[in-house]
């Protein structure tokens, strides 16, 4: 049955589809503005539309939220996870979006430079494999890549593989203590919960194979992850462009465009497609359309 929710989403997906397509250069309103603005630079002219459709796009997103939402997110917590260089206003703003969409944000969990400087291998291998031996057996992968072991660690603990994640334990404490300690990975609240669901924020330029085999292992610990990263990081060359050509892709959802309401919707959006076990590529550059809708 066809349901108030569904008319709604297939009105925001053709209304952002449009706005998309005019932020990239094209779409039926690529002439706005141009009869009145003959005299100005046609690249001043293109620009002054880009900024105008984007802004649009951003008020409508931002008002239709709630009711895209539809609580969601309620009863079902969120792990942020940040990478070295996030920017903290995005950061601020799509934990806005959580709780709009009746979730919460369980705990936030800072990835340091080092858990992602290749020349760090040697103590992430051994950092994990100490820890393997304080944690009960079949926990973690013990045959398992260093980092996808390390990203199994990680999900143990900030994440649950239960819809409704689970309190922190004497485990998931050793391991936040652990890793901190390295200055591996910081937790703004050592006693916060597990959560089902993970929202991954990239920052700065990182190796992406190292952040693949992260996400990898998070992937197996938790019940849904969300990648998102800035509009330039999902074009050729970008972070998150590179995370979609790796097959990580297939385990996690990934959105680009964050620095902007739009984008933020879009991965929270994501996440409440995520504990339906469902995945996808969103946004400007994402391969299945601008936002995950239906």
Known sequence: MITYRHHVM?????????????????????????AD???????ERRADETQRAAALGDEFAGEAAATLYAGGLEAHPTALLTMPGVDEEQAAAV????QA??????????????LLDPTERTLVDTLGSQLLTQLPEGLVDTEAPTYVRMGQLIGVAAASTV???????????AIRESLAGADLLTSV?????????????????????????????????SAGV?????????????????LRANAVSEEVSTVDGVERTLGQVTAVLALIRELDGAGGSFGASGAEGAVPLG
């Open 189 to 221: 609240d050592p006693d916060a919960g597990r959560a089902p669901l993970v929202l991954v924020l990239l920052g700065d330029d990182a190796d992406a194979d190292l952040v693949a085999g992260l996400l990898d292992g998070l992937a197996q610990t």
């Open 37 to 43: 603005d003959a005299t100005a630079p046609a690249a």
């Open 10 to 34: 297939s009105l925001v997906a053709v209304f952002l589809a449009l706005a998309v397509g005019i932020v990239l250069g094209g779409g039926p309103l690529s002439e706005i503005g141009r």
């Open 226 to 242: 969300v990648v998102a990263g800035d509009t330039t990081s999902g074009r050729a060359g970008g972070d998150l462009e590179l």
């Open 95 to 98: 934990t806005a979006q959580v």
């Open 163 to 173: 819809p409704a994640g689970e309190e922190a334990d004497g485990d998931t404490s």
């Open 101 to 114: 969409a009746g979730g919460t944000v369980s705990g936030r969990y800072d990835v340091r430079e080092a």
